[in-house]
Every structure is written in C-alpha cells, then in structure tokens.
Nanobody, 122 residues
C-alpha cells in the first residue's frame, strides 16, 4: 500500500488549501484519514471518511472549517481547509485503515503517506 499526499503550501490566515491523498494497493473497503503534527507536538487526528463516504468524523478544532471527501474512482481522498488559522500550521499526513469504524488515533492506521507541509501566516 502506498499513499501519496500533496497540496500543502503557504497561505495567509483566513485562506484556503485543498490537500489530496492518492492511494495505491489499498483494499476498497477502508477508512482514510488526515492527521497533522505541529513542531514539538504529537500527531493528532484531523478527519476521517469511510469508504462509502457515508460517515465522516472531524476533530473539534476543525469542525465547520475543514471538509473531507473522497473519489473512489480516483482512489483519492481530499481535505478542503477553509478559514485557516496560524494554529493549523503543521505537517499533514494521510493515513488508511481497514477498520470497519472510524479510529481517531494514530495507532489505528497501519498505512501512512509521507506528509505535506501547511503553513498559515498571521
């Protein structure tokens, strides 16, 4: 299984970015998620989406600002980030699990992408 994340960059506070994560070799029925890790902090859960896209889960810190979606035909999951804040600055990682329910912890995801840097300036 390989996960390839892209779309990070530098944006001003209040701006938007869309991250993409393309998977290869991943069984169809899966949960895909986004995590982030700021300097000096532990990696934290951001959002996850079920393979059918019928279930999405968000961390409280991003609810109402971030939207996770997926295109199974392209084996790609997206994270649309709006109203970005400086505290959203982090390396963002996509991850995947074959669990049948959402798992908001890093230990629940055996497959990880390489990370993409998001920097929000004030």
């Amino acid at each position: 299984v390989q996960l390839q994340a892209s779309g990070g960059g530098l944006v001003q506070a209040g701006g938007s970015l869309r991250l993409s994560c393309t998977a290869s070799g991943l069984p169809f029925k899966n949960y895909m998620g986004w995590f982030r890790q700021a300097p000096g902090k532990e990696r934290e859960f951001v959002a996850a989406i079920r393979w059918s896209a019928t279930t999405t889960t968000y961390a409280d810190s991003v609810k109402g600002r971030f939207t996770i979606s997926r295109d199974n035909a392209k084996n790609t999951v997206y994270l649309q980030m709006n109203s970005l804040k400086p505290e959203d600055t982090a390396v963002y990682y996509c991850a995947a699990t074959l669990s049948s329910m959402v798992v908001p912890t890093t230990t629940g995801y055996p497959y990880w992408g390489q990370g993409t840097q998001v920097t929000v300036s004030s």
